[in-house]
């Protein structure tokens, strides 16, 4: 997906060339990785004729939990906010693909290291966009990784910042290593946390399992999501507890969610082939979401989806 160079990409208000969005090599974003970031998903809806934004409100609502939990200036973080709320949609306009695309906006401290007060620091602010191509695989290799989730009183897994994801760069070449495609995470009290990117389900006996925000995981959107989507319309109970490792290998089922994965089920954990390798319940839950992104079902609720409608030429109404 980041393979080729976008052309253009939303910097601090204007659509610029790519080119053009640079840092000094010794701002903190540069030095200490202080960017807090979403990753969302633009779905290109053909029979629409236009892209929705998946849970855009609620991706830019984390983004300024985030700031705030990292105590960037409220009211400066605030204002680049607010003019990405309304820059995604010009923005994905501007760049004419009828494709998904995947968007990454981003807030950065630019200039100034450790203030927390309004003009101690300078920040900017970017969207980055990316074709997607296809969906995932429907399927994932994993392996547990050897490195743990990084604990609350480090970092807390609930601030998405660039500093913290650079904890997964070992577990993912780990994961590599072992001719797999993702890494499963533990936490320090060694139960379950999740991948670099995404949620871990366990199905047994017709009950899904995940664990709980309390065990180092990210308050995932699309682990609400789904959380609902089994519930509702799936009629499968679910229950947020403490999962051991162990756990894992004796699942009838596992699957993983999350905005770039969607819903794919794990094949095999550690080598171990999961359950009979039927994948009943993350097949249901991947086919309904799916559905929904594409436009092809009623969206869960009037959040899920933002429509990014052409503009309206100036001059008619
Ligand atoms: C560490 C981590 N876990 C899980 C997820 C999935 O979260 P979401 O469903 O909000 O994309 C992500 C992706 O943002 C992530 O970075």
Known sequence: MYEKTPELIWWNGEIVPWQEATVHVTSEVAMRGANV???????????NGHHAMLYWDRHLDRLRQSARLLRFPAADAESHIARMYDGA?????????????????????????????QGQ???????????????????VACIVSSWRRTPDPSISPL???????????????????????EAILLNTNDTVAETGGAAVFLVRDG????????????????????????????????????IPRTELY????????????????????????IGS???LVG??????YLAMCSGTEEPLDAQMLTPVKPAVPSGTS
């Open 277 to 279: 390798g039927q994948r």
């Open 37 to 47: 970031f979403e990753g969302v998903r633009a779905y290109w809806q053909p029979s």
């Open 250 to 273: 004796t699942a009838d089922e596992a699957f993983l969610c999350g905005t770039l994965d969607e819903v794919r089920s794990i094949s095999s954990i550690d080598d171990l082939p």
């Open 159 to 181: 601030i998405k910042v660039g500093a913290a994801y650079l904890a997964f760069r070992l577990p993912r070449i780990e994961a590599q290593q072992a001719g797999a495609d």
């Open 207 to 242: 009950v899904a399992v995940t664990p709980p925000l309390a065990d180092g995981v990210l308050d995932s959107i699309t682990r609400r999501t789904v959380i609902h989507l089994l519930r509702s319309s799936l009629d499968i109970p679910v229950i947020e507890r403490s």
């Open 89 to 117: 949609a010009s923005f994905v306009r501007a760049l004419n693909q009828q494709e998904d695309l995947y968007l990454r906006p981003t807030l950065y401290i630019d200039e100034g290291r450790y203030g927390w007060k």
């Open 283 to 288: 097949q249901a839950v991947r086919n309904l």
């Open 121 to 139: 620091v300078r920040l900017g602010s970017y969207i980055a966009a990316y074709p997607t191509g296809p969906s995932p695989s429907e399927t």
